[in-house]
Structures are given as structure tokens and as C-alpha cells.
């Protein structure tokens, strides 16, 4: 069991708008930034929003984040086949003094 | 190019050592921590521990202490996970990534590993 909470899978059709969500404690995302990673199949994971809402240079600006209270969201605008991928939150838990992960989000372009 | 570089897929029984490399390239390879990741089939990602690669001072998650070693050896930018006695359960993916701005809240995964296969069966 994850100490993040995300759901299993989503999905949405080219084009659309999806979004996954993270929920968390005080602990974690209640107090501390939340980042997400894009893991494309067969690769390794790579940073994809950071301190809640920025963006590395090279993600297009289609994947945004935010967080509210114990919760954070990743939306994804203008849904295309190749973001097809696992997507991961993390955020630092200051009770484990380390970093804890969400159980992925498994999303699928219909 | 920042790229961290992993050793190979293992196959090993129980009872076997293990030692598994991380090799980093393209930044100042002291100048930032080394984090290692577990990924079980089926199960989200898990921080074991974390080693800065200026000093070797070395954090572990309370779930993995006791239960591998993190080392690294700076004269080959080097980082690697050890196991000295593996169990059928340490079967998973393994990777390194490097954080970004310390080992601290405000920091993130930045980047990763291609990942390790280690499959530990009899």
C-alpha cells in the first residue's frame, strides 16, 4: 500500500482533458512540495511537473500540476497518443524523513 | 548529458550477494546525492536510501536499514546497492536518480537510471 494515493488507471481519447489526482496527509503533500514523473513504457521514469506546479524545460506546457490542501493534480490538456504512460507523484514525508511515491497511475489514449 | 548509467539485469538464488552500479556522467558527480528506488511487479516506487557522493554520508528509509548498503566510490562517479544475502522478495526493478537540489524536501528525482532487473529465484 502506497503512502500516496492515486488512482489505478484513466484514461480519455485525443484531445481531451484528464486529470489524476494524489492524495496524501499532513505529513506529506499537506506540507511539503509535490512532484510527478511520466514513466513511457520500457523507459525509466523522468521528471514531469516539480515543486507543485513548474515545469522542466522540454515538457510541453499541455501538463500542468497543482495542489491544494493533502491533495494534488496533474492535468493533461490536448490528450495525445504518445503520453500514453505510467504517471507517479512524490512528495517528502516528514514523519519517514523521506521522499514517498503514489501507487501510479496507469493512463490510456483510447 | 546528464545520464546515470545502470549494471545489467541479475539472476540469482537465494542466500547469493549482490552488488548492482549506477554510473553517473556528464555533471559533477560529488556535487549532488545519489537516491536508489524499488519498483515490485504490480507495486507503486519505494525510497531505500539516499548517499551524498561528496561525503558518503548515507540516509536510509527505515523499511530498507539493515537490509542492503548504499556505497559509492567517487574516483569513477559510481554509486551502487548491495545486498549481502538476497530472499525471493527482493525480486523488483531497481533504480538510481540523482536529486536535484540536496536530499530534502524540496527536491526531486532529476535524472534516472535505466533501472536494474533483479530477479531472485531457487
Known amino acids: 500500500q502506497s503512502v500516496l494515493t492515486q488512482p489505478p488507471s484513466a484514461s480519455g481519447t485525443p484531445g481531451q482533458r484528464v486529470t489524476i489526482s494524489c492524495s496524501g496527509s499532513?505529513?506529506?503533500?499537506?506540507?511539503?512540495?509535490v512532484n510527478w514523473y511520466q514513466q513511457l513504457p520500457g523507459t525509466a521514469p523522468k521528471v514531469l511537473i516539480y515543486s507543485n506546479d513548474e515545469r522542466p524545460s522540454g515538457v510541453p506546457d499541455r501538463f500542468s500540476g497543482s495542489k491544494s490542501g493533502t491533495s494534488a493534480s496533474l492535468a493533461i490538456s490536448g490528450l495525445q497518443s504518445e503520453d500514453e504512460a505510467d504517471y507517479f507523484c512524490?512528495?517528502?514525508?516528514?514523519?519517514?524523513?523521506?521522499?514517498?511515491f503514489g501507487g501510479g497511475t496507469k493512463l490510456t489514449v483510447l | 548529458e546528464v545520464r546515470l548509467v545502470q549494471s545489467g539485469a541479475e539472476v540469482k538464488k537465494p542466500g547469493e550477494s549482490l552488488k548492482i552500479s549506477c554510473k553517473g556522467s556528464g555533471y559533477i558527480f560529488t556535487s549532488y546525492w545519489i537516491a536508489w528506488v524499488r519498483h515490485m511487479p504490480g507495486k507503486g516506487l519505494e525510497w531505500m536510501g539516499s548517499i551524498n557522493a561528496a561525503d558518503s554520508d548515507v540516509r536510509y528509509s527505515p523499511s530498507f536499514q539493515g537490509q542492503v548498503t548504499i556505497s559509492v566510490d567517487k574516483s569513477i562517479s559510481a554509486s551502487f546497492l548491495h545486498w549481502s544475502s538476497l530472499r525471493a522478495s527482493d525480486t523488483a526493478m531497481y533504480y538510481c536518480?540523482?536529486?536535484?537540489?540536496?536530499?530534502?524536501?524540496?527536491?526531486?528525482?532529476?535524472?534516472w537510471g535505466q533501472g536494474t532487473l533483479v530477479i531472485v529465484s531457487s
Open positions: 499532513s505529513s506529506n503533500i499537506g506540507s511539503n512540495i
Open positions: 536518480a540523482r536529486r536535484r537540489y540536496g536530499d530534502s524536501p524540496q527536491t526531486f528525482f532529476d535524472p
Open positions: 512524490e512528495a517528502w514525508d516528514d514523519g519517514l524523513n523521506g521522499p514517498v
